[in-house]
């Protein structure tokens, strides 16, 4: 069960504008703008991942040519075995 704030009552109101054919159905009003939200946040969340993503592969491209390609090799024999 959900409470009618103020702020509950005015986004089913304004869904009801949207979705006239469910002017009298408070919970359905409710169920759309919820699905709606949830499609919002998850498409919100999903480019919030992609930036990350890019940061990190940002990261990577920094130290690409940073080290040579036989630098383990190299400290490896500067080692007594």
Same mark, same amino acid.
Request: charged residues 30%.
């Given at each position: 069960m959900v409470t009618e704030s103020d !702020? +509950?009552?005015?986004? +089913?109101?304004? =869904? =009801?504008? &949207?979705?006239?054919?469910?002017a009298n159905e408070r %919970?359905?009003?409710?169920?759309?703008? +919820?699905? !709606?939200? =949830?499609? +919002? &946040? =998850?498409?919100? %969340?999903?480019?919030?991942k992609n930036e990350r993503e890019k940061a990190v592969k940002n990261l990577i491209s920094i130290g690409t040519g940073l080290w040579p390609n036989n630098f383990l090799s190299q400290r490896k024999d500067e080692w007594p075995n």
């Amino acid at each position: 069960m959900v409470t009618e704030s103020d !702020q +509950i009552k005015k986004a +089913i109101d304004d =869904a =009801a504008l &949207v979705w006239p054919e469910l002017a009298n159905e408070r %919970a359905e009003l409710l169920r759309n703008l +919820i699905s !709606q939200g =949830a499609e +919002i &946040v =998850a498409a919100k %969340a999903k480019g919030k991942k992609n930036e990350r993503e890019k940061a990190v592969k940002n990261l990577i491209s920094i130290g690409t040519g940073l080290w040579p390609n036989n630098f383990l090799s190299q400290r490896k024999d500067e080692w007594p075995n």
